[in-house]
């Protein structure tokens, strides 16, 4: 009986294993020979998972997007609030190797997205889910008074946001903004909307 192959997970596989080299290289700097070999696959193995370099790099994004997902959930457990707003924002901050990584595909996928509204849309789809998690930790702390700021939600879910994608942009384009900076910058950001900052 022939092997049934769960493409869906071999996808996965595929770009849990060339991301890195994204990561690592940008996407220009490398062809679908290096992206098999990556995986472990021979040349031209990739056709029937993926097309070109597009769709691995809009795989690539949806993995980093996924991935800081998973960890956000796993560090806000059952917090709400305040603590589960920072801690949502940590995830997505360049604190570490493996968070630089995810900026650098990030990164390589807007310039894409700029020129391919398919992928503009995956773009505005992960923004928009990130906005509707803040909302729900933000009506959670105005709730219990550690907001107060009389700001739109809006206006301060932009401001986090922004903040955020600047930290992911700085990271690689003018790095020496150290983890302890970026928290502290986060914290201020926080305080200035009548959060108390989290030591």
Same mark, same amino acid.
């Given at each position: ?111 894409? @997205? ?5 992928? @503009? ?70 305080? @200035? ?7």
């Amino acid at each position: 009986m022939p092997k049934i192959v769960d493409h869906a997970e071999r996808r996965r596989q595929i770009v849990a294993s060339v991301w890195s080299l994204i990561g690592r290289r940008g996407l220009d700097a490398v062809t679908m020979r290096d992206l098999a070999a990556e995986a472990g696959y021979a040349n031209g193995a990739l056709a029937p998972y993926f097309r070109n370099k597009d769709e691995i790099l809009q795989a690539a994004f949806q993995y980093a997007f996924d991935s800081t997902n998973d960890r956000a959930e796993e560090a806000i457990g059952d917090a709400g609030g305040l603590t589960a707003l920072r801690r949502l924002c940590r995830e997505i901050m360049p604190l570490d190797e493996n968070r630089m990584v995810e900026a650098r595909v990030v990164v390589a996928f807007w310039d894409r @997205a700029l020129y391919d509204e398919h992928m @503009a849309t995956v773009f505005r789809s992960a923004i928009a889910q990130w906005r509707e998690r803040m909302k729900v930790h933000l009506l959670q702390a105005r709730a219990t008074g550690e907001i107060t700021t009389d700001a739109l939600d809006d206006v301060v879910i932009d401001s986090l946001l922004t903040t955020l994608i600047g930290f992911q942009t700085r990271a690689l384009l003018a790095p020496g903004l150290p983890a302890q900076r970026q928290e502290a910058v986060l914290d201020a950001l926080l305080t @200035a909307f009548g959060g108390p900052s989290d030591k």
